[in-house]
Nanobody
Framework: QVQLVESGGGLVQAGGSLRLSCVASGRILSGYDMAWWRQGPLKERELVAYIDGGHQPYYRDSVRGRFTISRDNSKRTVYLEMNDLRPEDTALYFC??????????????????WGQGTQVTVSS
């Protein structure tokens, strides 16, 4: 099992930027696909960005062009660069490691390891 610790969240005005980091311990990351999820107030958890072992990214439509996911396997770290933030981006952001490949990457059940989350609040 891997432990994931997120950091970098905070309060920012609309149009601002934040960079989230997720550091893993207990297992190397290079063989696993990683993702950032978020859960806003009264909303279901949703996949924000995903990066596979070959560094190929995937983004949900609402963040494409504004967010960038990247990974540094040597540092066991996954990043989420968020630009042009909007109030609707306000959420608790989670880092997750995919441990199952039997279904869709949009299914939270595919991820066996989750961090505790870091709060992102965007004011208008």
């Amino acid at each position: 099992q891997v432990q994931l610790v997120e950091s970098g969240g905070g309060l920012v005005q609309a149009g601002g930027s934040l960079r989230l980091s997720c550091v893993a311990s207990g297992r190397i990351l290079s063989g696993y696909d990683m993702a950032w999820w978020r859960q806003g107030p009264l909303k279901e958890r949703e996949l924000v960005a995903y990066i596979d072992g070959g560094h190929q990214p995937y983004y949900r439509d609402s963040v494409r062009g504004r967010f960038t996911i990247s990974r540094d396997n040597s540092k066991r770290t996954v990043y989420l660069e968020m630009n042009d933030l909007r109030p609707e981006d306000t959420a608790l952001y989670f880092c997750a490691c995919r441990t199952s490949y039997t279904g869709s990457r949009n299914n939270p059940g595919e991820y066996g390891d989750w961090g505790q989350g870091t709060q992102v609040t965007v004011s208008s």
